[in-house]
């Protein structure tokens, strides 16, 4: 009997990746115009190696990126970078469809409704209050909170706890295969993998079910319960 439904946050309930593009291109801008001196290409380049090395979580990229170039920071243009960044984050940052109606469809079904993420508190939060989600769930479990990522059953195992379920009683759904599926499997809860958000190329998901749009979640779970 399902009574617990658990989500990725990146990638199954908004599109984070999209959402970075598309500030990081802003910011580069920004940042030309604001006397970087080197090509888009070039800065991308960096960009992308600074998160390779440091997690696309990095709060200091820009920084880091100015001191690698000019040996200290440049204020005016960190500055520029900072704001276009933020204005375009936050003109990017949106649910995918049918976000806001599978939630609310959950909820009324009597479904807890939680979330884990690897992303730090701070940033997880942000994204949730940003989308105007936070008071929807029950518990947010994040990467602070267990010191654990995905796979490992720290942060399933906590998530089950918060909410007073067995794994079985629970569902888990996200778009990162060999982290959201095999993590949620170690504790026994079904998994939903979000096809929608597949950024790995991923064919085979292991999951119980796969999903293309994130309202099929509702069926599902109306199927696991008969």
């Known amino acids: 009997?399902?009574?617990?439904?658990?989500?990725?946050?990146?990638?199954?309930?908004?599109?984070?990746?999209?959402?970075?593009?598309?500030?990081?291109?802003?910011?580069?801008?920004?940042?030309?115009?604001?006397?970087?001196?080197?090509?888009?290409?070039?800065?991308?380049?960096?960009?992308?190696?600074?998160?390779?090395?440091?997690?696309?979580?990095?709060?200091?990229?820009?920084?880091?990126?100015?001191?690698?170039?000019?040996?200290?920071?440049?204020?005016?243009?960190?500055?520029?970078?900072?704001?276009?960044?933020?204005?375009?984050?936050?003109?990017?940052?949106?649910?995918y469809p049918h976000v806001y109606m599978t939630l609310i469809e959950l909820a009324k079904m009597g479904m807890k409704l939680a979330v884990i993420s690897d992303a730090p508190s701070r940033e997880a939060w942000l994204r949730l209050c940003y989308l105007n989600l936070h008071h929807i769930f029950d518990c947010i479990v994040t990467f602070d909170d267990t010191g654990e990522r995905k796979p490992s059953p720290v942060p399933f195992q906590k998530v089950l706890e918060m909410l007073n379920v067995k794994g079985g009683d629970a569902i888990m759904i996200g778009d990162w295969a060999e982290r959201d599926m095999v993590g949620a499997a170690k504790v026994g809860m079904k998994t939903v993998f979000a096809r929608y958000g597949n950024t790995f190329g991923t064919i085979e998901s292991g999951a119980d079910y796969d999903v293309n749009d994130i309202q099929e979640l509702i069926e599902i779970v109306k199927k696991e319960n008969g």
């Open 1 to 95: 009997m399902i009574r617990a439904v658990v989500f990725d946050l990146d990638n199954t309930l908004v599109d984070f990746m999209a959402m970075k593009r598309q500030a990081i291109n802003a910011a580069v801008d920004a940042m030309i115009d604001a006397g970087i001196g080197l090509q888009k290409s070039e800065i991308h380049q960096r960009i992308d190696a600074i998160y390779q090395e440091r997690g696309i979580e990095f709060q200091k990229v820009f920084d880091e990126l100015l001191y690698d170039i000019f040996q200290k920071v440049d204020y005016k243009i960190l500055s520029a970078g900072i704001i276009a960044y933020r204005r375009a984050r936050e003109a990017a940052l949106v649910p």
